[in-house]
Every structure is written in structure tokens, then in C-alpha cells.
T-cell receptor
Framework: GAGVSQSPSNKVTEKGKDVELRCDPI?????LYWYRQSLGQGLEFLIY????????KSGLPSDRFSAERTGGSVSTLTIQHTQQEDSAVYLC?????????????FGPGTRLTVT | GDSVTQMEGPVTLSEEAFLTINCTYT??????LFWYVQYPGEGLQLLLK?????DKGSNKGFEATYRKETTSFHLEKGSVQVSDSAVYFC???????????FGKGTRLHILP
């Protein structure tokens, strides 16, 4: 079956602009996660959704970052007033249910470059 | 807070060599431990996992044993292949938590 998909695969934006990153999880997966992968920082957790609610937003680095999930499916990560330090690969993952014992399946990522 | 520390790379080995990538962790609870792998041009995927002390996870010839006494989860393979070249991430998820905490990754190069 189809895996996790993300769009766009690459995004170049100017400093100060807003960007939206999209994630389509595996059908039937109730849990969805956003991570950020940057040089020197490894993989950082950003936010977790169970259904449409986000019980854990602890990884969002600032109030410029927000995310929503609708219909228990597609999620959008929005970064307002982008800064150069936001440049990274943004990864989305989904799992059948929340909780660390369930395998998370990762999408290919969106590479964001802020110029 | 919880954290994962793994050996820095890159690690370069010849084909058929023995591989060890060290990983240690700090956790307040009883975490599940994972190794994820990212092959060139591909997404991150789960390689193996262990959910309690003394468990051994294994897959594709790779093994890692959950050692609570040393808080370690070292990845080993007896004979590596060129196709094993990738970035390997050690990770944990604490009991009752949902997110995965990753190490910074170790890039592995296997020479033919």
C-alpha cells in the first residue's frame, strides 16, 4: 500500500515569507508526527497528533511554528516569517496508534531552504 | 530529559568487516529502544527494536541487545556489505510517551 507522502519535496523561500508543508499519512494510522532533521542537530521531534488533536507540541521551536490535522488524516505544518535557521528537512511519520511501541513510518521529507 | 548518544561518524569499513556502532541512552522511565536506518535517497525506516531489558532486536543480519545495566543498545553486524552504507540512528521512546528521541546519526561507508 501507499506509504507516507509529503509535499513539496523541496521548497526554497525568502526570509520572512510563510511556508506550508503537507503530510499525507498511511490510511488508517491515527497517530501522526512531525520531526525536523538539520545538520549538526540530528532529528528533533516537533509535534504529535492523535486524531485531530495535538497532545504534545513540546518540540515546536517557537510560536512561528504551528500545525493542524484535519479529518484524522492530512496534516499541515506552517512556518510563519521564516528565518534562515529554519532551513532543514522536515519529516512526517505516522503510526497505527500513538505510543512508542508502535512502529512509526516516515515520509521522504520536505527540504526547506530559507535564503 | 531523555537523550541518546551515539558514536560520531563517518565510519568507514571494508566489505565483510565486523561492525559496531555504539549507543547509550538516558531515560527517566523504561524506554523502548530502536535503530533506524536512512539509505541514500530514501526515507528513514525502522531497522530493529527492543522493548525491555535483555531483549535482542535483529534484522538483516544486524543485532542490538538492550542492556539496562549499562544503558546501552549497541548495533552490531558480523559481515557488512556495500549495500549497508547508510546513516544509522539510535533512538528511544519512553514508556507513556509518544515521541521518539533520536541520536545524531552515524554515517557508515562500506568499501568494496
Amino acid at each position: 500500500g501507499a506509504g507516507v507522502s509529503q509535499s513539496p519535496s523541496n521548497k526554497v523561500t525568502e526570509k520572512g515569507k510563510d511556508v506550508e508543508l503537507r503530510c499525507d499519512p498511511i490510511s488508517g494510522h491515527t497517530a501522526l508526527y512531525w520531526y525536523r532533521q538539520s545538520l549538526g542537530q540530528g532529528l528533533e521531534f516537533l509535534i504529535y497528533f492523535q486524531g485531530n488533536s495535538a497532545p504534545d507540541k513540546s518540540g515546536l521551536p517557537s510560536d512561528r511554528f504551528s500545525a493542524e490535522r484535519t479529518g484524522g488524516s492530512v496534516s499541515t505544518l506552517t512556518i510563519q516569517h521564516t528565518q534562515q535557521e529554519d532551513s532543514a528537512v522536515y519529516l512526517c511519520a505516522s503510526s497505527f496508534r500513538g505510543g512508542g511501541s508502535y512502529e512509526q513510518y516516515f515520509g521522504p521529507g520536505t527540504r526547506l531552504t530559507v535564503t | 530529559g531523555d537523550s541518546v548518544t551515539q558514536m560520531e561518524g563517518p565510519v568507514t569499513l571494508s566489505e565483510e568487516a565486523f561492525l559496531t556502532i555504539n549507543c547509550t541512552y538516558t531515560a527517566t522511565g523504561y524506554p523502548s529502544l530502536f535503530w533506524y536506518v536512512q539509505y541514500p535517497g530514501e526515507g528513514l525506516q525502522l531497522l530493529l527494536k527492543a522493548t525491555k531489558a535483555d531483549d535482542k532486536g535483529s534484522n538483516k543480519g544486524f543485532e542490538a541487545t538492550y542492556r539496562k545495566e549499562t544503558t546501552s543498545f549497541h548495533l552490531e553486524k558480523g559481515s557488512v556489505q556495500v549495500s549497508d552504507s547508510a546513516v544509522y540512528f539510535c533512538a528511544l521512546s519512553d514508556l507513556g510517551d509518544d515521541k521518539i528521541i533520536f541520536g545524531k546519526g552515524t554515517r557508515l561507508h562500506i568499501l568494496p
